[in-house]
């Protein structure tokens, strides 16, 4: 599995912006999709955005327009772009690995906090 170490969270007020970075211990190239999820207080952990090792992008309807994922392939690192940030985006923030076989890996998870 892939070690994954997530930056970049924090407290932000409505209409600021955050980037949040996902490291990884492996060669990016040998994942075959990125991804950004969160889980909010008492709710399920639904996905917010998706990069394929392709450079394919899928984001959730609630952030289009707002956020974007990224990667760096020289740093091994990708990221999500967080702006116009909204109360409703308040939420523990996880970066998945998906590899080949099956193998999924997480971060540990970053709060986002925006106030109004």
């Known amino acids: 599995q892939v070690q994954l170490v997530e930056s970049g969270g924090g407290l932000v007020q409505a209409g600021g912006s955050l980037r949040l970075s996902c490291a990884t211990s492996?060669?990016?190239?040998?994942?075959?999709?990125m991804g950004w999820y969160r889980q909010a207080p008492g709710k399920q952990r639904v996905l917010v955005a998706q990069?394929?090792?392709?450079?394919?992008?899928n984001y959730v309807d609630s952030v289009k327009g707002r956020f974007t994922i990224s990667r760096d392939n020289a740093k091994n690192t990708f990221y999500l772009q967080m702006n116009s940030l909204k109360p409703e985006d308040t939420a523990v923030y996880y970066c998945n690995a998906y590899q080949s076989g099956g193998r999924d890996s997480w971060g540990q998870g970053t709060q986002v906090t925006v106030s109004s």
């Open positions: 990069i394929t090792s392709g450079g394919y992008t």
């Open positions: 492996t060669n990016i190239f040998s994942i075959n999709v």
